[in-house]
Each structure stands twice: as structure tokens, then as C-alpha cells.
Antibody, heavy 120, light 107 residues
Framework: HLQLQESGPGLVKPSETLSLTCTVS??????????WGWIRQPPGKELEWIGI???????YYSPSLKSRVTISIDTSKNQFSLRLSSVTAADTAVYYC????????????WGQGTLVTVSS | DIQMTQSPSSVSASVGDRVTITCRAS??????LVWYQQKPGKAPKLLIY???NLQSGVPSRFSGSGSGTDFTLTISSLQPEDFATYYC?????????FGQGTKLEIK
């Protein structure tokens, strides 16, 4: 049974870098059948696609966040990570990691989400 | 980016009602449309992929249709557990953008 679990600080100061890790269990992150992605949701607002990574390390980022986002993958630990630099209060959100089908193109498994608050 | 617009933004309905939610893409996306259900404090749950394919384990009262720019999600007979927020997402081209959501409330 596939599970994804986000981890990282729940509070980040403005101008600093937000760092989260998603640990995958129940499947290999090295599968060629999936991407691994990050999505966020500000409180009371809609979902926002941040970016995705393939097991080979190939990435695609949302153009609106591209200058500040880095997604990386560690196949030895079955984890992938998100870094978002120069954060502001607007980056306060629940951050989700999820699995995206390479051919079918849907997010079929999601982590429970982790709230990250940007505040001094 | 492709913009996704859902209507209505919210809808009130009763148990047993038939409800339809619409999603429109700013450009053609073939059948690359996904529907999710989200309950408060929970991660989204996949309902339908490729516009009309029901995800395993999802009740058959949920159905999806459409292609090109216009899509619908229909719940044939609302159950108490269906009251939630529903999101569409285009999967035609990166970034896979989401609609703003439709909140389904109890009348």
C-alpha cells in the first residue's frame, strides 16, 4: 500500500528558504511509470501546482514559482524534496506531495499535507 | 498556462439530488481532465481521470464527461459523504493547473 509523508519545519521566517521532504513507502520512487510532485493550498484557497520530478532527475516547475523552486530526488532513500527560497507570507500554505502517473497524468496518491507558516 | 474555470463556485443540494459541476479550459485539452474531491483538513482524493474514467473504488454515482474545453462532473444521487469541495485539473500540458473549486453544501 503506497504512502507518502511530508516532513519539515512548520514555521519559516520571511526571506528564508522553505524545505520539505516527502518519504515514499510501499513503492519504489525509481519507477519509470510515475512523476513525483508538490502541490500547495493556501488556507481557504484553491490548489496550486508547484512542480514535478522524474526518477531520472528531470523537473518541471510552475512558471510563477520557477525562479524560487528546486525539487530534487534521492532514490537511495526513496524520498524527494522541495526547496522554496525567499519566502513571504504569501507562501503560507498546506504543502502536499503526490504521485503523478506518467502516462495517465493524474495525482493518484497524496500525502496528508503539512502546514507551513511564514512568519517572523 | 491553461486557465481552468469551474461553475458554480458553490452549490447547495439535498441528499438524493442529482448535481452537475462544470469545468471549462481556456484552450483545448482533449480529454486530459481530472476531478478530485477534497474534504476539510484532508488531501484531495482522485475521482475521475481522462475526463470520464472512474478511479478504482469510487462509487458509480460519480461520472465525468466532456472533451476539448468543456467538461462536467455529475453525481447522480447525492449521499451525505459527498458534501465536499470538488476540483478539476487539466493534464494536457505542464503546469497541470487546477480550477478554483466548487463547494457542495447541504441544503
Amino acid at each position: 500500500h503506497l504512502q507518502l509523508q511530508e516532513s519539515g519545519p512548520g514555521l519559516v521566517k520571511p526571506s528564508e528558504t522553505l524545505s520539505l521532504t516527502c518519504t515514499v513507502s510501499g513503492d519504489s520512487i525509481s519507477s519509470s511509470s510515475y512523476y513525483w510532485g508538490w502541490i500547495r493550498q493556501p488556507p481557504g484557497k484553491e490548489l496550486e501546482w508547484i512542480g514535478i520530478i522524474y526518477y531520472s532527475g528531470g523537473t518541471y516547475y510552475s512558471p510563477s514559482l520557477k525562479s524560487r523552486v528546486t525539487i530534487s530526488i534521492d532514490t537511495s532513500k526513496n524520498q524527494f524534496s522541495l526547496r522554496l527560497s525567499s519566502v513571504t507570507a504569501a507562501d503560507t500554505a498546506v504543502y502536499y506531495c503526490a504521485r503523478l502517473g506518467y502516462n495517465s497524468r493524474e495525482f493518484d496518491y497524496w500525502g496528508q499535507g503539512t502546514l507551513v507558516t511564514v512568519s517572523s | 498556462d491553461i486557465q481552468m474555470t469551474q461553475s458554480p463556485s458553490s452549490v447547495s443540494a439535498s441528499v438524493g439530488d442529482r448535481v452537475t459541476i462544470t469545468c471549462r479550459a481556456s484552450q483545448g485539452i482533449s480529454s486530459w481532465l481530472v476531478w478530485y474531491q477534497q474534504k476539510p483538513g484532508k488531501a484531495p482524493k482522485l475521482l475521475i481521470y481522462a475526463a470520464s474514467n472512474l478511479q478504482s473504488g469510487v462509487p458509480s454515482r460519480f461520472s465525468g464527461s466532456g472533451s476539448g474545453t468543456d467538461f462536467t462532473l455529475t453525481i447522480s444521487s447525492l449521499q451525505p459523504e459527498d458534501f465536499a469541495t470538488y476540483y478539476c485539473q487539466q493534464a494536457n500540458s505542464f503546469p497541470y493547473t487546477f480550477g478554483q473549486g466548487t463547494k457542495l453544501e447541504i441544503k
